[in-house]
């Protein structure tokens, strides 16, 4: 089965850089899309194919995708930004969609 | 607007069938390329796909899962309706549906998600 990994946790203090990283093998080739989810609250997409932003995303939020991780980054951290981030993919027709383990961002 | 609603029981008992509806507004379940899926997040966990279906009556469903899973819908309520059987306690978390276009394989918008709580 594809697996997605992910690391529990990122924290970075208000207008600082925040990097998720996404590792699965050879993601490069695939689409990844990234889910912002904030406490009690059901998930956004904030990326999608790799580096799109849906409207009303800040352009803070950016992604990229090569080799072995994909990588949402979020410039001038705002303490509104903390949440947990997801990264996802669609992993063909036997695992069909995945989601990492998710990422909780701690703002400082 | 785009929205998706889920309803459903919130306490089910060990064994039994779960039946969860999702709603839709804004759009067609009919309408080329679309479709609804469900995932569930157990408490502190993480995101789980569980099923989907297309428009043109194309499923899927989560491979460890699916011998539990249906999916069926009723595009005149713009209805999607998910079964799962023999529910257990490990089953205990929210569901969510959430629209997906086929060919784009990422989901939105979300529906606000139903709490199912799996306990005797």
């Known amino acids: 089965s594809y697996l997605l990994a992910q690391p529990p946790s990122v924290s970075v203090a208000p207008g600082e850089t925040a990097s998720f990283p996404c590792g699965g093998t050879?993601?490069?080739?695939?689409?990844v899309h990234w889910y912002q989810q904030k406490a009690g609250q059901a998930p956004v997409v904030v990326i999608y194919?790799?580096?799109a932003r849906p409207s009303g995303i800040p352009e803070r939020f950016s992604g990229s995708n090569s080799g072995n991780t994909a990588t949402l980054t979020i410039s001038r951290v705002e303490a509104g930004d903390e949440a947990d981030y997801y990264c996802q993919v669609w992993a063909g027709p036997n695992d069909h969609w995945v989601f990492g383990g998710g990422t909780k961002l701690t703002v400082l | 607007q785009v929205t998706l609603k889920e309803s459903g029981p919130v306490l089910v008992k060990p064994t039994e069938t779960l039946t969860l509806t999702c709603t839709v507004s804004g759009f067609s379940l009919t309408s080329p390329r679309m479709g609804v899926s469900w995932v569930r997040q157990a408490p502190g966990k993480a995101l789980e796909w569980l099923a989907l279906l297309f428009s043109d009556d194309e499923k899927f469903y989560n491979t460890s899962l699916k011998s539990r899973l249906t999916l069926s819908k009723d595009p005149s309520r713009s209805q999607v309706v998910l079964t799962m059987t023999t529910m257990d306690p490990l089953d205990t978390g929210t569901y969510y549906c959430?629209?997906?276009?086929?060919?784009?394989?990422?989901?939105?918008?979300w529906g606000q998600g139903a709490l199912v709580t799996v306990s005797s």
């Open positions: 050879n993601i490069g080739t695939k689409s």
């Open positions: 959430a629209r997906i276009l086929m060919g784009d394989n990422w989901f939105g918008p």
């Open positions: 194919f790799d580096s």
